[in-house]
């Protein structure tokens, strides 16, 4: 359900007449919870089991980012928004982070809504819900979002958000929202995790534009100071509205949050050795295991911890622009995808830390393992006559990408791949490769990373050792975005984060009509009418059982397209921090829970007087 482009963190209708007209549909209730497809476990609870609601406030943490920023408005798609300013918003409602599709009151105290076929939600605004200047949250400032997000927003979040109808005021405190389609379980859920703006903090200001001026909120943080490109610092609002909220007691204990810039991964790791930040979300197995011996670690100044949560690893994979030649050819796709050498790099660059991906949704109950059940069957079946007839073949299979014997020359594959090539037409003329036209085949490898250059070029050799001739080409962050929002590539690394509860981001991410939409996210260009039914299954899936059915289907429809090649993940995070934070007991089963640590003064003093002596 959930992407991270934008910030995304019920109701009694009080009508005399118009509540008991709404209670003759004995489907429609109002709850103090949005839960699809399941039943909220923490209705009645102070806190969540997983919050410490004693923990101290204070102290701060910081975090390190790559490039630059020069917007405050992550929602309007322009530039590139600030780290952190998903803190200065309260959404609507809260996810719980033990129970998928359950959300828990934040903006608003109740909803009135029908789960099983939701065509409308009325949301019941708290009568105490205050942005940061004093002035109440009401209805109006939801419909002044909702109605920007709409119309001005990023076409990405419009996509996202496109079975809205109308968004109507019914009181000053209710705000009703219709759907076009007669049945949206998970449109609830989506709604309530966006972002809420004041209208009236927005009535001399254009939307659209880039900015750097504060965005009035509701949330739990203010702007402290802007270093311009370099860094943001936030302070805890001391008067924050919601503090005593069951889903925020225990939360937000740090005075202050930072997120540093830097313009290489390397040089950020060198600023975490000296103290410029405190955690680093550890991203390179070699660093993991050969990078932390340095005397802050050897004196217990830092520590390192691996978190396993219940939710899909994050998809990391090279993606295929199919809008160009040759990437329109499946064949020469699949060709590309035999020169993959997983397990000789994961041997000699990753230390074998790493897991090769076979789904798309690898690590979790919605990733397709070997044939299609009966249910999946049932599914494809309507729709196999207009697959092509290797994607066909594909979806039907016990899927496995292939994998070499780690010797590091991935021969046998690479002669897969040239059979491959010269079934499909391609030919060869002084051991290069020609496409249809018998032109030489070149690509470009787009990256914002210079790092990852060394671990491209046992790929790119073997495109060679293929008579493909591959360039790299490094550009800076606001080019790579550019080009990216414009599908302006041949080949892009992707990493990108999957829910364990998909619904409308399929759409964005797989659907013909995103392909065509600049700033969207469907960056290898999809346009196969079987993956947008399948699609549209998922969203208006009645059930998590069908939920899950679909997922796997489109899990094999994605593999066998060969749109992009799903390359290494792991079975766990991985953080590295200086030695001053605490964690409650509980740890929450799909997310770290960083925002219910807090700060060990003791511990904190320790690191300061270890950070003056260096």
Known sequence: MQLRFAQVKSIGFAFGASILSINVWAAVQTTAYIAIHTSPKYVNVKAMPYANPNAPKGGYISNSSNGTFDNLNSM?????????????????????????????????????????????????????????????????????????????????????????????????????????????????????????????????????????????????????????????????????????????????????????????????????????????????????????????????????????????????????????????????????????????????????????????????????KGQPSPQELEVLKPYLSKLSPLQRQGVLKDWKYPASDGAGFNRNHLITAHKILLNAGYRYKNGLLLDKQAKPIKLEFMIHQDNLQRTLMPYVRNLKKLGIQVSIRVVDVPQYLERTRKNDFDMITLRLPMSISPGNEQAQLWSSKAADEVGNYNFAGIKNPVIDQIVKNIIHAPSREQVVINSRVLDRLLRAGFYQIPTYGKDSTWFAYWNMYKQPKVKPKLSTGLDYWWSDPAQAQKVATYLRKQ
């Open 76 to 368: 309007n798609g322009k530039g590139r928004y600030a780290e952190g300013v998903n803190y200065l918003f309260d959404t609507l409602m809260d996810s719980s982070l033990d129970e998928p599709n359950v959300m828990y009151p934040l903006l608003a105290e109740k909803v009135t809504f029908d789960p099983e076929h939701t065509k409308y939600i009325i949301f019941h605004i708290n009568p105490k819900a205050r942005f940061s200047d004093g002035t109440p949250v009401t209805a109006e400032d939801v419909k002044f979002s909702f109605d920007t997000f709409q119309t001005k927003a990023n076409l990405g979040l419009q996509m996202y958000l496109s079975d809205l109808e109308k968004t109507e005021v019914l009181s000053k405190y209710d705000v009703k929202m219709t759907f076009k389609s007669d049945n949206n379980t998970e449109m609830p859920l989506i709604l309530a995790q966006m972002a809420i703006y004041s209208k009236a903090d927005w009535k001399k200001r254009d939307f659209t534009k880039v900015t750097m001026q504060p965005i009035l909120g509701s949330g739990p943080y203010l702007i402290e100071r802007i270093d311009a490109g370099r860094s943001m610092t936030y302070k805890r609002n001391p008067n924050y509205w919601a503090k005593d909220l069951p889903i925020n007691r225990g939360r937000y204990n740090f005075d202050r949050l930072k997120y540093v810039y830097y313009r290489s991964m390397e040089v950020a790791f060198e600023g975490f050795k000296t103290g410029q930040y405190t955690l680093q979300e550890e991203f390179s197995a070699r660093t993991w295991v050969t990078g932390y011996n340095f005397p802050a670690v050897q004196a217990g100044m830092i520590k390192k911890e691996k978190f396993r949560l219940e939710r899909p690893n994050d998809l990391q994979s090279f993606v295929f622009n199919t809008r160009r030649v040759p990437f329109n050819d499946i064949h020469f796709r699949q060709a590309l995808t035999y020169a993959y050498d997983f397990e000789w790099q994961n041997k000699a660059y990753f230390y074998d830390q790493y897991q090769r991906l076979q789904s798309y949704f690898d690590g979790s109950e919605l990733a397709a």
